[in-house]
Nanobody, 129 residues
Framework: QVQLVESGGGSVQSGGSLRLSCAAS????????MGWFRQAPGKEREGVAF????????YLTDSVKGRFTISRDNAKKTVYLQMNSLKPEDTAMYSCAAAPPSICIFATMRGREYEYKYWGQGTQVTVSS
């Protein structure tokens, strides 16, 4: 059974950095699109960052461009989200998720929660001003 386990969350001050990790017990597909989503209290979950199987292509939502970077180490079956220059509005529960490879390619699909069958439990990020 595929398991995704996030780690690296915590509390930081505005302007600080965190690196989140998502370790997979196995990839559910021969090629796997991986995404990071976040959900703040009272808000809908939003897609933050996505990465294709080989890591060649990455996609970031506009609000984090220039501050966040997504990467992956397939040998370790781990995906990372490096978050710099954190802002209070980045406060949320961050979850990683896995989808078939085509999901990453299409902008209309990669942000849709229901395209991702496998999810981790999440890790909390809190940014104070």
């Amino acid at each position: 059974q595929v398991q995704l386990v996030e780690s690296g969350g915590g509390s930081v001050q505005s302007g600080g950095s965190l690196r989140l990790s998502c370790a997979a017990s196995e990839y559910p597909y021969s090629s796997t699109c991986m995404g990071w989503f976040r959900q703040a209290p009272g808000k809908e979950r939003e897609g933050v960052a996505f990465i294709t199987t080989g890591g060649t292509y990455t996609y970031l939502t506009d609000s984090v461009k220039g501050r966040f970077t997504i990467s992956r180490d397939n040998a370790k079956k781990t995906v990372y989200l490096q978050m710099n220059s954190l802002k209070p509005e980045d406060t949320a529960m961050y979850s990683c998720a896995a989808a078939p490879p085509s999901i990453c390619i299409f902008a209309t699909m990669r942000g849709r929660e229901y395209e991702y069958k496998y999810w981790g439990q999440g890790t909390q990020v809190t940014v104070s001003s």
